[in-house]
């Protein structure tokens, strides 16, 4: 089964960083790009970051360039999300999404996020 | 990229057919055909409806189909039934090589 396991979430103080993970299991991890999706609580989704299969392309949203940071190690079969400099309105419920291709907007189609993890809670707040 | 502007909210009662629409301008949705549409029960993750603005994955129901004409991109839920109240978001890559979400529709079975 196809499955991905958000870690690493919790409450910190505004200025702050955390680093979140994904683990995958059931497909070739490093045959995807993949995705994190935030949403804020009461509010709608957000896209914040994609990593191609590869790892050597990130994109970034305006939202988040310069303080995060997407990484993968695909021999460990994990996703990361290092979150510096922490503001109130980055809490949100987030969210690794597996892509449908190895990079985004491949030729040949499924640029969408097929499988999504639980989510992990990011409160920031003193 | 601004988020793509969905109707707030839509209804219809059982076994009537909605369309929700999503709408972007030529950097996003009117440039590609990468729309994609989720749905989202209440404490759930979203789940992938539609990719590639109409195409279906394994095991999501034919009620549900997608189309584009423009900057608009739309959803449509035909025979309406009482699991489909939930929230839809639409998304679509840009020419930034990022992606942004709708602004999302909550559904209501009436």
Not at chain 1, 16 to 28: E, M, P, Q, V
Not at chain 1, 58 to 77: E, H, L, M, P, Q
Not at chain 1, 85 to 104: F, I, M, N, R
Not at chain 2, 11 to 31: A, F, K, M, N
Request: proline share 4%; net charge neutral.
């Amino acid at each position: 089964e196809v499955q991905l396991l958000e870690s690493g979430g919790g409450l910190v103080q505004p200025g702050g960083s955390l680093r979140l993970s994904c683990t995958a299991s059931g497909f070739t991890f490093s045959s995807y790009a993949v995705n994190w999706v935030r949403q804020a609580p009461g509010k709608g989704l957000e896209w914040v970051s994609v990593i191609t299969g590869s790892g050597a392309s990130t994109y970034y949203a305006d939202s988040v360039k310069g303080r995060f940071t997407i990484s993968r190690d695909n021999s460990k079969n994990t996703l990361y999300l290092q979150m510096n400099s922490l503001t109130a309105e980055d809490t949100a419920v987030y969210y690794c999404a597996k892509h449908g291709a190895v990079v985004p907007a491949a030729i040949g189609g499924y640029d969408a996020f097929p499988i999504w993890g639980q989510g992990t809670m990011v409160t920031v707040s003193s | 990229h601004s988020a793509l502007t969905q109707p707030a909210s839509v209804s219809g009662s059982p076994g009537q057919s909605i369309t929700i629409s999503c709408t972007g301008t030529s950097s996003d949705v009117g440039g590609y055909n990468y729309v994609s549409w989720y749905q989202q029960h209440p404490g759930k993750a979203p789940k992938l409806m539609i990719y590639d603005v109409s195409n279906r994955p394994s095991g999501v129901s034919n009620r549900f189909s997608g189309s584009k004409s423009g900057n608009t991109a739309s959803l449509t839920i035909s025979g309406l039934q009482a699991d489909d109240e939930a929230d839809y978001y639409c998304s679509s890559y840009t020419s930034s090589s990022t992606y942004v979400f709708g602004t999302g529709t909550k559904v209501t079975v009436l």
